[in-house]
């Protein structure tokens, strides 16, 4: 009589048989899911997950003026490696934002989202937020020690922002506060790179309060134009929370609080009104234009144009901040 090994026997209900399979070898399956990532890359992919137009020029705006302070502004080589520091640690975020984000983008028919597309795995953005973390701290390395430690608080703050079991984007005001926080820490990493270490003289907390309370409001006003479908989908923003009418009281208090900075750290010498009135000028003929051109669609057009006109405006800022140097 043949006898049969225990996992081959029948099971005495349909149910079971899944139980009595031997369990499989965990090294095939990791195995699949590199090669799955590494199959879903390509450019366009790398470049649809990354988002560098949301916010590589304000990158290296917010390095410039956070060199400026420490008299190292007009050096090349800081410039690029903390303004680089800074891109791919939001590359990381993003990448990984999109893949946590896979599965619900997939359910709302989200087209900004390749992998809810089908066109990537969530994988590849797991790869691609990986492999931008590594560069980030290995950039970060260069710049020193202070550098590294509020890169590691960026990329902390971006993973549990995303992570499903945590997932601050989902938490009213806690989404708010995580954005304060990034656009803080990318200001004052530049700031306090040099020997002096940790300074708050020169004028170091108005111009964060700038970049922070900047990073809010465009947060805020995403928000704002993703409020039918936030609601439609039960997520919970600040703005959900608070309504429409209290946001857009809040966004209007928001933005003259960043104008007083503006023009308290321009009268302080910091800002070159050159520089402030190029973003402006940049800046409001990217947003104006289009909507003049497509009034119909304003809103939408709008939405689509606010992350290139604030990256393009804060490129034209670079250039005659440096044009003024």
């Not at 990537?120 to 931008?132: C, D, K, Q, V």
Request: hydrophobic share 50%; with cysteine; net charge positive.
């Amino acid at each position: 009589m043949i006898k049969r090994s225990f996992f081959h026997t029948k099971a005495m209900y349909p149910d079971m048989q899944i139980i009595l399979k031997p369990a499989q070898p965990k090294s095939g399956s990791m195995l699949g899911q590199s090669s799955n990532a590494l199959r879903g890359l390509s450019v366009s992919t790398i470049f649809s997950l990354a988002r560098l137009h949301v916010y590589m020029p304000i990158c290296f705006f917010c390095a410039m003026v956070g060199l400026d302070i420490t008299g190292n502004a007009q050096s090349l080589i800081p410039l690029l490696t903390i303004g680089l520091t800074n891109t791919f640690a939001l590359v990381a975020t993003f990448a990984f934002n999109d893949a946590e984000d896979a599965p619900d983008d997939k359910l709302a028919r989200s087209v900004r989202n390749v992998i809810a597309l089908g066109n990537a795995p969530r994988e590849s953005g797991y790869l691609i937020a990986a492999t931008a973390t590594i560069i980030s701290l290995l950039l970060s390395a260069i710049a020193g020690s202070i550098v590294v430690l509020i890169t590691l608080a960026i990329l902390i703050t971006g993973f549990l922002y995303s992570w499903r079991p945590f997932r601050m984007k989902a938490k009213p005001f806690w989404d708010a506060f995580t954005h304060a926080v990034v656009g803080g820490l990318i200001f004052l990493s530049p700031a306090w790179s040099s020997q002096k270490g940790v300074i708050w003289e020169n004028h170091v907390i108005p111009i964060c309060l700038i970049f922070s309370l900047g990073t809010v409001l465009a947060i805020l006003n995403h928000e704002l134009y993703e409020y039918e479908d936030d609601l439609k989908a039960n997520t919970r923003t600040t703005v959900v929370a608070l309504g429409k009418r209290k946001s857009y009281w809040i966004v209007g208090c928001i933005s003259l609080l960043l104008l007083s900075l503006i023009i308290h750290v321009y009268r302080l010498g910091v800002f070159p009104m050159i520089s402030i009135l190029s973003f402006v000028i940049v800046g409001s003929s990217l947003m104006l234009i289009p909507i003049m051109l497509y009034p119909r669609q304003a809103v939408s057009v709008s939405k689509r144009m606010i992350p290139w006109a604030m990256n393009l405006g804060a490129f034209s800022a670079i250039i005659t901040w440096y044009i003024r140097g």
